[in-house]
């Protein structure tokens, strides 16, 4: 299975972004899906995660200005970017784990959001 990460881009302070996970098999239903980043410098960091069951998680950095969803028929998992700042400066990889059998971890290959003051 691959993940292909997309929508990164340039954007000014308080502008929007839309970043896209497309899998390649059907696994987003059955996974946690989560977003992460890396600016840096930096270690990596969550942003949002989507459980099985529709639980979502985020950063206290991007409570209220990010969303995670996920369409399980297109195999995708999108995180709306709201607001953004030039700290949301990074690369965005996407994650789709299992942990009970049949257990994976696969990671996107990264999409680069820059946001300028």
């Known amino acids: 299975v691959q993940l292909q990460a997309s929508g990164g881009g340039l954007v000014r302070a308080g502008e929007s972004l839309r970043l896209s996970c497309v899998a390649s098999?059907?696994?987003?239903?059955?996974?946690?899906v989560g977003w992460y980043r890396q600016a840096p410098g930096k270690e990596r960091e969550q942003v949002a995660l989507?459980?099985?069951?529709?639980?979502?998680v985020y950063a206290d950095s991007v409570k209220g200005r990010f969303t995670i969803s996920r369409d399980n028929f297109r195999n995708t998992v999108h995180l709306q970017m709201n607001s953004l700042k030039p700290e949301d400066t990074a690369v965005y990889y996407c994650?789709?784990?299992?942990?009970?059998?049949?257990?994976?971890?696969?990671w996107g290959q990264g999409t680069l959001v820059t946001v300028s003051s």
């Open positions: 994650n789709a784990a299992r942990g009970m059998f049949p257990k994976y971890d696969y």
């Open positions: 098999g059907s696994i987003v239903g059955s996974s946690s």
């Open positions: 989507i459980l099985p069951s529709g639980i979502t």
